[in-house]
């Protein structure tokens, strides 16, 4: 019985995965390592934890993996004053929570950049909960940041709303449906490949589409 809508925030409230993308690329060079922003974008949706090999290999990650993912920080930082929110996003939240359901943010990203997206959301008085970087060991697609935040708001069960398929993979690894929007650059047969049961083109699409969809009315 599905009674909490888990939420994922980074190219899914936030338009931020292509700074992420960008900062990843910047902060690899650091190390010589030259990856087309391309292959770095389709890991976008992944922690760093996860990222890191994915993209540079297992024998980067043991050599250079944490100074990568600190260099990441310190680039993506001068980026966040260019994130907006999505239109939409806002209206979501409140949306959800006026439907019955207990919202939670299934954050990945670190604090400090959690802590301004929940500010250009106005979040804080819409969600119950969220999560960060901290608090789980590994991120999507583990589904352990999912569990996490059901946990936070002791929701019985979840639907999740996300924009890549790392997104979705983490929900069917938690045992929870999926829906999907576009906004994270993925397309809607990768989507619901990786199990998205719905997908929309935009916040404001899936507003008007959402009484068709696991997150019209928690069961």
């Not at 119950?128 to 936070?152: F, H, M, Y």
């Not at 019985?156 to 650059?185: P, Q, Y």
């Not at 719905?198 to 928690?218: C, I, K, N, Q, Y």
Request: hydrophobic residues 45%; glycine residues 12%; negative net charge.
């Amino acid at each position: 019985m599905a009674d909490t809508a888990v939420l994922d925030v980074d190219g899914t409230l936030v338009d931020t995965n292509y700074q992420h993308a960008l900062a990843w690329f910047r902060a690899f060079r650091r190390f010589d390592l030259t990856l087309p922003v391309w292959r770095i974008h389709r890991a976008i949706g992944m922690g760093g934890d996860q990222l890191v090999p994915a993209v540079a290999g297992e024998g980067f990650e043991a050599e250079h993996g944490d100074a990568a993912r600190d260099a990441w920080v310190e680039e993506f930082d001068p980026l966040i004053g260019e994130v907006r929110p999505f239109d939409g996003a806002a209206d979501l939240l409140r949306e959800l929570g006026g439907r019955g359901w207990t919202v939670v943010l299934a954050s990945s990203g670190k604090q400090q950049h959690v802590e301004t997206y929940l500010d250009l959301l106005g979040a804080r008085d819409l969600v119950a909960g969220w999560t960060t970087s901290d608090d789980a060991e590994a991120t999507k697609p583990a589904p352990d940041l999912l569990q996490v935040a059901l946990e936070r708001v002791s929701g019985k069960a979840g639907v999740l709303l996300g924009d890549s398929t790392w997104d979705c993979e983490a929900a069917g690894n938690a045992g929870m449906r999926s829906v999907a929007v576009r906004t994270g650059g993925f397309s809607v047969e990768e989507l619901t490949g990786a199990g998205a049961t719905a997908v929309f083109d935009s916040l404001p699409g899936l507003l008007d589409g959402l009484d068709g969809t696991e997150l019209a009315r928690p069961s």
